[in-house]
């Protein structure tokens, strides 16, 4: 999977650099986000900018990433969902778990507040 991270603000952004997030890389993510907050990071927002198409998995993947934020103390927040991948979380509602912003500008500035 391509996973890009960039510190800007104190806020690691994960930029989920693939069409699919699915049974196929889902892991990858999880793991990912997981050992950021192991590692003491607070502050993690997910970018699906590039995500066309999200399944069960890739819904699991970024439920845990939330659990494990709570679990660190920690925030997780995602960005620039695209309409079929929106679609999905309004679907089965976690759009109400998720703080969910159009672009990661202003999720970044959001964490600030």
Do not use: C, W
Not at 51 to 68: E, M, T
Not at 80 to 102: A, C, D, G, N, Y
């Amino acid at each position: 999977m391509n996973l890009v991270n960039e510190t800007r603000n104190e806020v690691v952004v994960v930029y989920v650099k693939e069409e699919r997030l699915d049974a196929h890389n889902s892991a990858e993510l999880k793991s990912a986000v997981q050992k950021l907050f192991e590692d003491g990071t607070k502050n993690v927002l997910v970018d699906l900018k590039d995500v066309r198409f999200i399944d069960s998995s890739g819904l699991g993947a970024l439920v845990s990433g939330f659990k494990n934020a709570i679990s660190h103390q920690g925030n997780l927040k995602l960005s620039s969902l695209q309409s079929q991948v929106k679609s999905m979380f309004e679907l089965t509602r976690l759009h109400r778990v998720f703080e969910i912003f159009p672009s990661a500008a202003e999720a970044i500035e959001n964490f600030q507040q």
